[in-house]
């Protein structure tokens, strides 16, 4: 920090210094720099705010981010919700946290997309220029993303207060219920950083992650009890990392008892595609013409 | 021994089975200015890239202030600014935003980054359009932001792909106003792009020509010229009946007779010696002449192709089908 600043205040008052010889390490001492382990999180988070202006920017943005879960609670509860459970209210009850994860299942789908219509318009080429971590850009899309996955967990909870969802627990299950499912969504996302990096037309990546977010979401208990189900498809929900968070948000937010090990189940799921994903998209992204 | 700049030596990136550049040589000495001048497709935007670490060669090596582009690419990235042949700059956020961000990617506190972005926007002529977005910025105004985002950082190398293309007179000349003052007072390192031979002479102490994805011509501006036939005259009296007069006075200062057949009611000749202008000014004002066009002319582009290669410049290679 101290470094910084007195570099930045020598060159306002006197020009760059002349360099006889510009040999490796003459005349640019300060190069190369110790390695600093926090400047990554550090230009990531400049991008999140990027993200974030441009959000604040495009205030139409909101309204993908609010119809979206309304629309689905609407059309499970009323629609389906006699049907599946009996009474509209106990399927509320049921599925309100299935929607929970769904959303955001569904908007870190548009990572990808919003990140390859990002990277054909050139300011992309501007970081790879500058002198920081090729995670931080990608970082930086994803963490904006998780910010907009707050906005539509609140517009679930307050539109499912309204038509009568009520949590049958405390404030700390519903706070641990919205971290796992934002940590899951952020880890998620690298699936869809890696197709927004790899492919060229947004609109492709658009087509491609909705083929793996429909068996994700609709193959999983999330609308429906696993036993309701034929034996090779509760094979698939069973192991699909969705349910496991389905499950243990719907523990933590209605049905009570011990949510730990789809909680943790989950949170080795993340990191497991965390672990994958991620390096595989920065070096997809660095390795990029 | 290491002491140039720029060096680059056998450049070759290939894309399936086109060759965007092929063996290209390159030096820059510190402080001086590199034009790139050639065609649509020639290769200058893949060798700028090579050089911005943006692409790795397949083939050769390339050094900037002593640093490898490929080994040691941080190294590089710290020390060049780049302003890419299409616009850069983020058309979401504001101008502002914009150099914010980047001054606070390169680790300037927030209120350097911020004292920065003033300044430049100041610089650009841009602090009435500071809180707008690019996406609203006239062609020449986002011109100056990119420059303006490619200096942030305080570059000692500024790469320039194509800076005025698409620009009006005025906006082009205050580019070049930029280019020679950031040379002059800050010692930078320039390598430029550029489709206009006019243009690589105001700003360039040396030219390298590219066709085809090779180095086909290199040397200063002089030089270069010299080797094309350097500066033509183009007279045009105001009155066709006078052109033969005209030829004559020309002839008398030149020593030459000129052309005044191939191109109807117009007296064109080589010059070598520039400061002949005035006296022809004077001759014709002495008899009487007045002239609608009169000009000391660089040859195009197509004039230095013809010259250097026997053929036009021309657009490389048709896209390959599959990007
Ligand atoms: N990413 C790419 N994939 C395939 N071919 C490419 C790619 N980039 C460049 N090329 C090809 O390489 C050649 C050189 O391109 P380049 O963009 O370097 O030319 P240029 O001199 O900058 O041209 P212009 O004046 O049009 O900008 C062209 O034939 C182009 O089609
Ligand atoms: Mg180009």
């Known amino acids: 920090m101290t470094t910084a600043t007195r570099t930045a205040a020598d060159d306002t008052t006197k020009s760059a210094p002349k360099l006889p010889h510009p040999g490796p390490g003459i005349g640019h001492d300060e190069i190369p720099r110790r390695a600093d382990p926090f400047a990554v999180v550090r230009h990531s988070l400049t991008l999140t705010w990027r993200s974030l202006v441009k959000l604040k920017r495009q205030p139409e943005q909101f309204i993908d981010l609010t119809l979206q879960p309304i629309l689905f609670i609407v059309m499970f509860v009323y629609l389906f919700g006699g049907a599946i459970e009996g009474s509209t209210q106990d399927y509320l009850q049921f599925v309100l946290p299935g929607i929970l994860v769904q959303t955001v299942v569904f908007a870190s789908l548009g990572t990808g997309v919003g990140l390859c219509e990002d990277i054909n318009k050139g300011v992309f080429d501007r970081f790879r220029s500058l ?3 090729r995670f931080a850009p990608l970082g930086g899309a994803v963490l904006g993303d998780v910010c907009r996955y707050v906005v539509s967990i609140a517009i679930v909870f307050g539109f499912g207060s309204a038509i009568g969802f009520r949590v049958q627990t405390g404030p700390l299950e519903v706070l641990a219920a919205i971290a796992l499912v934002l940590v899951f969504a952020f880890a998620m996302s690298w699936i869809f950083v890696v197709l927004g990096v790899t492919m060229r037309n947004p609109r492709s990546v658009q087509g491609t992650a909705m083929l793996l977010g429909f068996p994700l979401t609709f193959g999983a208990n999330i609308f429906a009890r696993a036993e309701t189900m034929p034996g090779w498809l509760q094979a698939w929900v069973d192991v699909n990392p969705v349910s496991h968070l389905t499950s243990a948000v719907r523990t933590l937010l209605v049905e009570g008892g011990s949510a730990t090990g789809d909680a943790l189940a989950t949170l080795a ?3 497991v595609i965390f672990a994958v994903f991620a390096p595989l998209a920065v070096h997809k992204y660095k390795t990029k013409t | 021994m290491t002491s140039y700049a720029i060096e680059a030596e056998g450049l070759v990136k290939k894309y399936g089975s086109t060759t965007a550049i092929d063996g290209i040589d390159l030096v820059a000495r510190q402080g001086s200015v590199l034009a790139l001048l ?6 200058k935007t893949t060798t700028v890239r090579t050089l911005a670490t943006l692409i790795k060669p397949d083939a050769g090596y390339a050094r900037i202030g002593g640093y490898d582009v490929v080994r040691q690419s941080a190294p590089v990235r710290r020390l060049i600014g780049l302003t890419g042949q299409y616009a850069s700059v983020d058309e979401d956020i504001s101008g502002y935003q914009n150099l914010v961000m980047i001054g606070r990617l390169l680790d ?23 809180h707008r977005a690019p996406g609203t910025y006239s062609g020449g105004m986002r011109r100056r932001l990119d420059l303006a985002a490619s200096l942030v950082g305080r570059p000692q190398f500024l790469y320039l792909d194509e800076p005025t293309t698409g620009l009006d007179p005025r906006s082009r000349g205050d580019v ?6 950031l040379v002059a007072e800050d010692g930078v390192t320039v390598l430029l792009t550029t489709q206009y031979l006019d243009e690589a002479d105001q700003l360039a102490n040396d030219i390298a020509v590219i066709d085809h994805g090779r180095v086909i011509a290199n040397g200063t501006a002089d030089s270069l010229k010299a080797q094309v036939g350097g500066q033509s005259l183009e007279i045009r009296p105001a009155d066709p009946a006078r052109l033969a007069e005209t030829a004559a006075i020309v002839a008398e200062l030149t020593g030459s007779a000129p052309d005044s057949t191939t191109r109807p009611g117009l007296v064109t000749t080589a010059v070598h010696d520039p400061d002949l202008l005035p006296y022809v000014v004077r001759r014709l004002d002495e008899a009487g002449i007045r002239a609608t ?3 000391l002319r660089l040859p195009s582009l197509d004039e230095v192709f013809l010259e250097l290669t026997g053929h036009p410049a021309e657009d490389a290679q048709p896209e390959p089908a599959a990007a």
């Open chain 2, 293 to 295: 066009e009169l000009a």
């Open chain 1, 131 to 133: 002198p920081i971590s």
């Open chain 2, 176 to 181: 070049w106003e930029l280019v020679r003052n």
């Open chain 2, 38 to 43: 050639g065609p649509n497709g020639a290769g």
């Open chain 1, 269 to 271: 799921w993340a990191a």
């Open chain 2, 108 to 130: 300037f506190s927030r209120a350097e980054a911020k004292a920065r972005a003033d300044e430049l926007l100041a610089r650009f002529e841009l602090t009435e359009a500071a």
